[in-house]
């Protein structure tokens, strides 16, 4: 196998490593690549994984899941350790902050009157830190919601404001195509959509059949569109038959 070209990994060794596994959080869509170290973990096996948001309790759900790309290895996450008792009961008091945590901040947000909507509320397996993800048409001053919030659950609060397409992401679900929706299961790279993309493939411009679940124009109307934007070669003409 080649190495990855034109990036910062070129060059790195790119042998199959299956010191890896897939593990998913709560409903997530997509599987969160993780590195095992020298353990060894089982399908089922519940897991407490470093993240960047701190450490959370997912379920193992490849094992093993074989890696060879530099980039993966390098950003995989890191497995600590079986999830005990402990970790069980503090997961199932942070599934319970994060449902009280939207309910309590869409209360708020609409007796405050700010033009904002709760998307998704993360808290950290020891509840002391939490994160709400929302999305607005402008600029909001939330600091009199923070206070509100991080009085209500003891924790530090960060507000995220994400757009319609990374909501559709971050919440997941299945697209028109019945499938999972690209912006959740892989794609990354947001590429501007236009309605002329449709047209020259030759789609129906009715909204709703060409609108994701953001409501925004499908990602993947992208994915031919150079092909379409070639000239298409003319046929031959028809030669004239003998008597």
Same mark, same amino acid.
């Given at each position: 196998?080649?190495? /990855?070209?034109? /990036? $910062?990994?070129?060059?790195?060794?790119?042998?199959?490593?299956?010191?890896?596994?897939?593990?998913?959080?709560?409903?997530?869509?997509?599987?969160?690549?993780?590195?095992?170290?020298?353990?060894?973990?089982? =399908?089922? #096996?519940?897991?407490?994984?470093?993240?960047?948001?701190?450490?959370?309790?997912?379920?193992?759900?490849?094992?093993?899941?074989?890696?060879?790309?530099?980039?993966?290895?390098? !950003? #995989?996450? =890191?497995?600590?350790?079986?999830?005990? +008792?402990? +970790?069980?009961?503090?997961?199932?008091?942070?599934?319970?902050?994060?449902?009280?945590?939207?309910? %309590?901040?869409?209360?708020?947000?609409?007796?405050?009157?700010?033009?904002?909507?709760? $998307?998704?509320?993360?808290?950290?397996?020891?509840?002391?830190?939490?994160?709400?993800?929302?999305?607005?048409?402008?600029?909001?001053?939330?600091?009199?919601?923070?206070?509100?919030?991080?009085?209500?659950?003891?924790? *530090?609060?960060?507000?995220?404001?994400?757009?319609?397409?990374?909501?559709?992401?971050?919440?997941?679900?299945?697209?028109? /195509?019945? =499938?999972?929706?690209?912006? !959740?299961?892989?794609?990354? +790279?947001?590429?501007?959509? $236009?309605?002329?993309?449709?047209?020259?493939?030759?789609?129906?411009?009715?909204?709703?059949?060409?609108?994701?679940?953001?409501?925004?124009?499908?990602? /993947?109307?992208? %994915?031919?569109?150079?092909?379409?934007?070639?000239?298409? #070669?003319? *046929?031959?003409?028809?030669?004239?038959?003998? $008597?």
């Amino acid at each position: 196998m080649s190495g /990855c070209q034109g /990036c $910062s990994f070129q060059g790195m060794s790119t042998s199959v490593e299956n010191n890896f596994v897939g593990v998913r959080f709560a409903e997530e869509t997509n599987l969160t690549l993780c590195a095992t170290g020298d353990h060894i973990f089982t =399908r089922g #096996a519940p897991v407490v994984v470093e993240l960047e948001s701190g450490h959370a309790v997912g379920r193992v759900e490849q094992s093993p899941m074989p890696v060879f790309k530099p980039c993966q290895k390098s !950003s #995989a996450s =890191r497995i600590l350790r079986l999830a005990s +008792d402990e +970790d069980k009961d503090l997961h199932e008091r942070q599934l319970t902050n994060e449902d009280a945590g939207k309910r %309590y901040a869409r209360e708020r947000v609409r007796n405050l009157g700010l033009d904002m909507k709760i $998307s998704k509320v993360t808290f950290s397996l020891d509840g002391r830190a939490a994160q709400f993800h929302f999305t607005s048409e402008g600029r909001v001053d939330f600091r009199g919601l923070v206070r509100e919030l991080s009085k209500r659950f003891s924790a *530090k609060v960060r507000m995220i404001q994400i757009g319609a397409r990374d909501e559709a992401g971050l919440l997941g679900g299945i697209g028109v /195509c019945g =499938r999972t929706l690209c912006c !959740s299961s892989w794609l990354t +790279d947001f590429k501007p959509i $236009s309605i002329q993309m449709a047209k020259r493939q030759n789609l129906s411009l009715n909204p709703s059949k060409i609108s994701g679940q953001c409501g925004r124009l499908l990602c /993947c109307l992208a %994915y031919e569109d150079e092909q379409y934007k070639q000239p298409r #070669a003319k *046929k031959p003409e028809a030669q004239p038959q003998a $008597s």
